[in-house]
């Protein structure tokens, strides 16, 4: 393999991301990858190789000597990244605990449907400590009406014994679930509490400015923000700190003037990768849903490392180590700083590009000023605080670069 040079300080990826299977035993209708603007995954193989795998985690040991980075994640995905199978699985995990477990902090998660996980799959999780994502969109009625097998049957009853199987052996898991449009946001939400879940993600649909005007003509102009706030409230006025729901924690604080942790809002540079069942290094995954072939690189982990990634003078490189500049309607907006422009994807449109706000910014703007009113946090005090903390990091690095100099 190339020698690895980084040629920025923070210039680094600290997850990657592996698409262990380009299949799906499900057909949820609002999928990314297999229902959306993009095709690629019909060109690949159904499940990676033990080959790609080894060469994927040669490049992720390459770098983390390089930079002497101290921690990473790495993530399976899919496609359903069960598909490859519990034995498999668990001697990836051993091979990547091998290689890395003494040179980082390793993180592993796993984002799966949840359908297939049994008592083999338990086993392997909780042996090489893998947090799992698990994907429901709430009680039977509602979560069967998109996620679906290839023969058109609900996935619900499947879904929920795999999910008890992660409570039982005390796996830690967070649920995410796509927002349902036109759905009663408590009925959705409730039904998670009743099923133990601590820690909810509620996702904004995908969609683009050359999809989305069925969904404003049918669901109304801000049908996100309608099921977020009730469930916000709830969760404000009568949930424990134990109930976490990670989307609304995060617009809360980045009212409070910190960072974001989701690509959903704030802008923030994600410093991730994705790798294909081929080996192809992909960027922004979910630009799947904007056009055919949109995600792709042109790397591979056979003849590239992740540095070359950084170095391209790509869309991808300056969205995964910078952040996308604001659209020219975002740039003077109140919240521009917090919200950041919302999802890239949704910020998509055939004729401008991404120079567009996001589909859901009116969602967004009812959503932040609700939370800001029960917060009692105005723009002028995220802005106050901002400036505070980025004061404080400044100081924190000179203090730093001193006691090294």
């Keep these: 393999m190339d020698s690895y040079k980084p040629t920025r300080q923070t210039g680094y990826i600290n997850q990657a991301i592996l698409k262990v299977a380009s299949r799906c035993n499900l057909n949820c209708s609002y999928c990314y990858v297999y229902n959306m603007a993009d095709s690629t995954w019909a060109s690949r193989p159904p499940l990676m190789t033990d080959e790609v795998f080894e060469l994927a985690l040669g490049r992720i040991l390459q770098q983390c000597q390089a930079t002497g980075q101290k921690q990473f994640r790495i993530g399976f995905h899919g496609g359903e990244p069960c598909l490859i199978g519990a034995d498999r699985f668990d001697g990836w995990c051993a091979r990547i605990r091998a290689v890395l477990g003494g040179l980082v902090r390793l993180s592993l998660v796993i984002q799966t449907n949840g359908t297939l996980l049994d008592g083999r799959w338990v086993d392997a999780l909780r042996k090489h400590r893998v947090s799992v994502g698990i994907s429901m969109d709430g009680p039977k009625e509602i979560h069967d009406t998109a996620r679906v ?95 976490q729901i990670e989307d609304l924690k995060n617009v809360a604080r980045v009212i409070m003037g910190g960072r974001s942790l989701s690509e959903g809002i704030g802008n923030d540079p994600p410093c991730y990768v994705f790798i294909e069942p081929d080996g192809d290094i992909e960027g922004l995954d979910n630009l799947r849903a904007c056009r055919d072939g949109l995600s792709q690189t042109k790397l591979n982990v056979r003849d590239a490392d992740f540095s070359q990634l950084l170095r391209s003078d790509t869309m991808h490189a300056q969205a995964i180590f910078e952040g996308m500049p604001l659209a020219q309607t975002c740039r003077n907006c109140r919240e521009g700083e917090t919200c950041g422009g919302g999802y890239l994807a949704h910020r998509y449109s055939s004729d401008r590009g991404f120079d567009n706000p996001s589909v859901w910014c009116a969602d967004l703007l009812k959503l932040f000023a609700h939370v800001r009113a029960r917060m009692s946090v105005s723009v002028e005090e995220t802005k106050e605080r901002r400036r505070m903390i980025a004061a404080q990091d400044t100081a924190g690095l000179a203090a730093l670069d001193a006691c090294v100099s």
Excluded at 163 to 183: D, F, H, N, T, W
Aim: net charge negative; charged share 25%.
């Design 149 to 243: 097998d290839r023969g058109g049957r609900g996935s619900y009853e499947r879904v929920e014994r795999g999910l008890r199987l992660l409570q039982e052996a005390e796996i830690p898991y967070g649920v995410g679930c796509v927002i349902p449009l036109g759905a009663d946001p408590l009925i959705v939400h409730e039904h998670f509490l009743r099923l133990g879940c601590s820690k909810i993600t509620y996702l904004m649909p995908h969609y683009t400015h050359d999809t989305i005007s069925s969904v404003r003509r049918r669901y109304g102009a801000t049908p996100c923000a309608d099921f977020l706030i009730p469930i916000f409230d709830h969760w404000w006025f009568e949930s424990t700190m134990d109930v």
